[in-house]
């Protein structure tokens, strides 16, 4: 089993930064592909990125490309989500989710283990 925390969110002015972090304990997550998905409300939750086992390959949906970094530190057991340029349309609950593959792509079948989120707004 793997246990997700996730951290760092908060109330952010629009074009402003925040560093969401994802610590997971259980048993190491250095063989295992990570996402970030989030949910705003009355939304359904949807794919935000995805990094590869060893953080060679990162992948991002459209709205974030440019603005969003995933990264990882497998001796830390940790994964992140640089968000810069914040727009009020990043408001929502994001979540970190670890996947049982290497490599993972955008669908939440994809992965096991979510996180209880961490709340991010954005405001105007």
């Known amino acids: 089993q793997v246990q997700l925390v996730e951290s760092g969110g908060g109330l952010v002015q629009a074009g402003g930064s925040l560093r969401l972090s994802c610590a997971a304990s259980?048993?190491?997550?250095?063989?295992?592909?990570m996402g970030w998905f989030r949910q705003a409300p009355g939304k359904e939750r949807e794919f935000v990125g995805t990094?590869?086992?060893?953080?060679?390959?990162?992948s991002y949906t459209d709205s974030v490309k440019g603005r969003f970094t995933i990264s990882r530190d497998n001796a830390k057991n940790t994964v992140f989500l640089q968000m810069n340029s914040l727009k009020p349309e990043d408001t929502a609950v994001y979540y970190c989710?670890?996947?049982?593959?290497?490599?993972?792509?955008?669908?939440?079948?994809?992965?096991?283990?979510w996180g209880q989120g961490t709340q991010v707004t954005v405001s105007s």
């Open positions: 259980g048993r190491t997550i250095s063989r295992n592909a």
């Open positions: 989710a670890a996947s049982t593959r290497l490599v993972a792509g955008p669908s939440r079948g994809f992965y096991d283990y």
């Open positions: 990094i590869t086992w060893s953080g060679v390959i990162t």
